[in-house]
């Protein structure tokens, strides 16, 4: 296996986009290394606060920037 950094290996894990093998890898350096732990936690804490963070354009800011891109593909196509 192409070795990773522990660390970023644990970012893919918070976001599942590690295979088995590092799966693996990750749960023995887990069971053996509780600042490891600690890091996963901090790391899913952060991801939770961030995901809860997460805001959408209102209604009028999207109609305007429909509006203008409508008008910009107008004069586009003159």
Do not use: C, W
């Not at 894990?13 to 890091?39: D, K, P, V």
């Not at 805001?55 to 305007?64: C, D, F």
């Amino acid at each position: 296996m192409e070795q990773t950094s522990t660390l970023d290996l644990l970012v893919l894990h918070a976001y599942g986009e590690t295979n088995l093998e590092q799966r693996e890898f990750l749960a023995n350096e887990l069971s053996e290394n509780e600042t490891l732990q600690e890091e996963l936690m901090e790391l899913v804490d952060t991801q939770h606060q961030l995901n809860s963070m997460i805001k959408s354009p209102s209604q009028t800011s999207v109609r305007i920037i429909m509006e203008h891109s409508y008008k910009t593909e107008q004069l586009q196509e003159i």
